[in-house]
C-alpha cells in the first residue's frame, strides 16, 4: 500500500480506480520554409479557430461551474489577441523563415518566462495561461484533438496538473475524484470539484507513475489522504466511512421545508448565492430561502459589446419569476481586476484588485450603471428584488448611488412602467467600510459582508498566490472582529446583516456567526441543507 498526502478541497471518500491522464506529446519539429505568407494564413487560420474553441469554452464553463470559472477563457481571448506575442510569431515566421508550429511553441515560451521572472505574483500566473494558449494554437496546426479522456466506467482521475480546458470538457459521470501534484484550492480543479461536491486532493506529494493507471485506490478527502492499493481493512473501513456520508447527505434532504433556526428558537436565513440563470434550479433543489448572492457578470462576460437593457431584463425577470416572491439580492456589475472584457476598454493595471472596478467603474460611467438599473427595477415588479452595490469605501459613494436610482425610478415611472419596492444594501468588502460600517448603516437597509476579498484586503494576501497560503487565514481575529463590528453597527441602525462571501458557508464558524447576531448566511446551492443542519444543532 502506497500513502500520500494532498490538500483536500470537498470533504468526501472516494473509492475506484485510478486513471492516469497523462498529456500526449507533440511531435513538433523546426522546418525551414519557402513561403512566409502562406505560413502566416495558416497561423491565422488557427488562431481563429482557437478564438471559436475558447467561446465554446466559455459557454461550457458558465453553464457547469459559473461565470468566475468561466472568465479564465476570456483572458486567454485577450493573450490571443496581444499585438506583442502576435508581432513575435510573425517575425519568426518571416524573418527566421520557420514553420508556424514552431513559432508559435517558442514565442509562447519566452513570454512564459518572461511572466514567470515577474515579481507580481499575479503576472508569474499568467505564464501558465500563455504556454496553454500557445499549445492550443499548436494542436490546431497539426491537426490534433485535444487530450482524451474517456474511461468505461468512473473513476479517480490522477494528474500533474488539470488546465481549464480540461476539467470543463471531462465527462463529469465519469469522475469520482480529483487527485493533482499541483494546484491550489482556488485552482480550476478545485472549483470543479466542488461544484460537482466529489473528493478532490491537489498539490499532492506523489510522483505520478503511468503503472499507477487502473489501479485500485482510495482519496479520503476528510483526512487529505490518498491511497494506492489499500490494505482491505483500510478499504473496508473508508468503504464505511464513504456510506455514512452518503447516509448523512440523505438525511439532509430530510431538512427540505424546515426553518434554519437553532434548538432555543434563534433564527437565521440560508441563501443561496448565484452566477448565472441556469443556476436557480439548484437553488431551488436544495431549499435556499432566497438568493443572497445574484451575480450580474455572466450578462457582461464573453460577449462583444454591452448587453441591452431588454437583455438583462429577461434575464433577472427569469430569476425573479422562478424564485415566486422569495428574496432576489442582485449584485450590480463587478467588472474590473480578473473580470475582463475587452469592449468596456479598460486600461492594464499593476494592481487590479485594488483598481478600477466594481462602483468605481459605475458612478464615472453612468450610462452602463443607468441601464442595469433600470433593468432589474423592472424586473422588481415580479418578485421580491435587492440590490446591493460591490466595493465600497464611503457614505459619499452611497449618496451618488441613491441620487442615480432615484432618478432612474423617476424615469421608469414617467414611462409607467411597474417597479416593486426594492431594498438598498452593499457589500462590505473592504476595511474601510467595515471600520465606518456605522456611517454607512445609516443609508442602506442592509449590509452583505464579502469576506473573500475583506479577508484578502485585511491580511494585505492575494489568496490567488499559492505561496502565501502558509499565511492566508480566514479565521484571523482581525477578520471576525471587522465581521462583528459590522454585525453590531448594522443592528443598531436597524437594519439586517448577512454574509455572502466563502466563510458563510464554513460550519466552524456557524455557530459563531449566530452568537454574532448575524441574520443571514448566503452559501453555495449545495451548502445550503449543511449549514441549517448546522444551524439546527447549535443550542
Known sequence: MEQYTGKSVVQEIAVGSIYVFAKKESSLTKRTIEDADQEMARFDAARSEAMS?????????????????????????????????????????????????????????????????????????????????????????????????????PVIVLAEDLTPAETIQMDKSKILAFVTQKGSANSHTAILARSLNIASLVNTDIEIKPEYHGRQAVVDGVEGVFYIDPEPELLQQKEKEQKELAGREEALKQLVGMLSETKDGRKIKIY?????????????????????LFRSEFLYLGREDFPGEEEQFEAYKEVVSAMKGKKVIIRTLDIGADKKADYFGLDPEENPAMGYRAIRICLTREEIFRTQLRAI????????????????????????????VEQVKAELASENIATGEVELGIMVETPAAAVISDQLAGEVDFFSIGTNDLTQYTLAIDRQNQKLDPFYDSHHEAVLRLIRMTVENGHKAGIWVGICGELGADETLTEAFVDMGMDELSVSPSSVLKIRDRVRNIG
Open 272 to 292: 443561496a448565492n448565484m452566477g448565472n440563470v441556469e443556476d436557480v434550479a439548484q437553488v431551488l433543489k436544495n431549499d435556499a430561502e432566497g438568493i443572497g
Open 377 to 404: 427595477y423592472r424586473a422588481s415588479a415580479f418578485g421580491t428584488v435587492s440590490i446591493m452595490f460591490p466595493m465600497i469605501i464611503s457614505v459619499n459613494e452611497i449618496r451618488k448611488i441613491k441620487a442615480i
Open 53 to 153: 474553441q475558447l467561446d465554446q469554452l466559455y459557454q461550457e464553463a458558465l453553464t457547469q461551474v459559473g461565470e468566475e470559472e468561466a472568465m479564465i477563457f476570456d483572458t486567454h481571448k485577450v493573450m490571443l489577441e496581444d499585438l506583442d506575442y502576435l508581432e513575435a510569431i510573425e517575425e519568426k515566421i518571416r524573418t527566421d523563415k520557420v514553420n508556424a508550429e514552431y513559432a508559435v511553441t517558442a514565442t509562447g515560451e519566452e513570454f512564459a518566462a518572461i511572466f514567470a521572472g515577474m515579481d507580481d505574483e499575479y503576472m508569474q500566473a499568467r505564464a501558465a495561461d500563455v504556454k496553454d494558449i500557445s499549445d492550443r494554437v499548436v494542436r490546431i496546426l497539426e491537426g490534433r484533438q485535444d487530450d482524451g479522456f474517456h474511461p468505461e466506467e
